[in-house]
Structure formats: structure tokens, C-alpha cells
């Protein structure tokens, strides 16, 4: 089978879930795979994905979370409601600043957790790259025996802000945030809201 760098962190992304967490939203759900895990915890799960062919073959896999195709930032999400916001592989398909959009909806001590991509820029980014690009080359022999599925999500690639400028916007947008680069082109960006948060 094909490596999927994604699914590769899914546990990391789990041990993100606060303890006593009841509700969830997965943004850029895809095909609904994360949100099938954060429901199978018994948090209540929503799925959103711009996407209509894969919030259809979502939709199909049932398992419990509801889902719904919009453009998050569309979306009027409930204020101060969420207790996980998970965000895998879609921020770079939006604005940065949607994490406006998600910090919003947190519950007071929820959790947003974004598992997002960067552009290999410098001589660190490059070295953290490696092991990706040897795996790359296998995926890519293993993917000419194995038909790819037949929902296809999107690709953005590069993304559109380096390593640096997105440990900048998180400082700025969320602080008190952490952000650590990942193996796979990948960083783990968590926010954890310690009250409501009121825009403006």
C-alpha cells in the first residue's frame, strides 16, 4: 500500500485531544478518516470539507461523525463550542488567518491542533526532508502497481509560507501556541484557548 504521510501522524493528532473532551470538528475532513477516530473516541464529531466528492464518499463510510461540505470560513460556526478543532493538510488551501475562523470557535481550555505543511526553504528544511523524499520515491513505485482510489483530493504544493513565516503568523494570531517541525514537509501547530476568545 501507498504511504499516506497524513494518516502517518494520525496518533500524534490524537494525544492532542483534551481530557474530558465531548466535541470535535475535523476542518478539511477529506474522506472523513480522522473524524471516524476522533468519534470512535466518543467525542461527538463533526466533518467540513469544500469538496463535494469527498464529503460524498465520507458520508458513505458512515461511522458516526456528521458531515458537511462548505468553506469553513462560510460557515457560521457556533461560538466557544468545540473542544478539539483538528485541522490535517487543508490550512494551506485557505487564508492563514482562518485560524481566526477556528480560535473563535473553541471552547474555554479546547484544543486547535493543525497538522500543516511548509516548503523546503533552507538547509533545515532540506535535511528534515530527506527521509520524505527516499519515501516519496517509494510511494511513487508502490502507487504505479496500485491504482490510485478514485476520490482524489486536491493538491496545493508548495505551500505557500515557509517554516519561518508560519512560526511568525502562529505567535502573532495565537499566542501562547507551539509549533514543531515534523518529519514529511510537515509541522504540528497546537493552540489550546484558555478562555472564550472575543474578535475584535
Known amino acids: ?62 461511522g458516526g461523525p456528521r458531515y458537511r461540505q462548505a468553506d469553513v470560513n462560510q460557515l457560521q460556526l457556533p461560538d466557544a463550542h468545540y473542544d478539539f478543532i483538528s485541522c490535517i493538510a487543508s490550512l494551506h488551501h485557505m487564508p492563514f488567518d482562518s485560524i481566526l475562523t477556528l480560535r473563535k470557535a473553541l471552547a474555554p481550555g479546547g484544543v486547535l491542533a493543525v497538522l500543516g505543511l511548509y516548503p523546503a526553504d533552507t538547509a533545515t528544511d ?47 494570531l495565537l499566542p501562547g501556541s507551539t509549533l514543531r517541525r515534523l518529519l514529511f514537509w510537515r509541522y504540528l501547530l497546537v493552540y489550546r484557548a484558555t478562555e472564550a476568545y472575543a474578535s475584535g
Not at 528534515?128 to 478514485?150: H, V, W
Request: with cysteine; net charge negative.
Open 1 to 62: 500500500m501507498a504511504v499516506n504521510f497524513n494518516d502517518h501522524y494520525h496518533p500524534l493528532l490524537l494525544k492532542q485531544v483534551p481530557e474530558g473532551a465531548l466535541t470535535a470538528l475535523d476542518v478539511g475532513c477529506g474522506t472523513g478518516r480522522f473524524a471516524r477516530l476522533l468519534a470512535g473516541q466518543g467525542l461527538d464529531t463533526e466533518g467540513v470539507d469544500a469538496h463535494a466528492d469527498v464529503i460524498e464518499a465520507a458520508q458513505a463510510s458512515g
Open 126 to 172: 532540506f535535511v528534515s526532508a530527506l527521509p520524505a523524499m527516499c519515501l516519496l520515491r517509494a510511494d511513487r513505485l508502490l502507487s504505479r502497481r496500485n491504482p490510485a482510489p478514485p476520490v482524489q483530493v486536491p493538491i496545493v504544493w508548495p505551500p505557500p509560507m515557509t517554516y519561518a513565516e508560519t512560526r511568525a503568523e502562529s505567535a502573532r
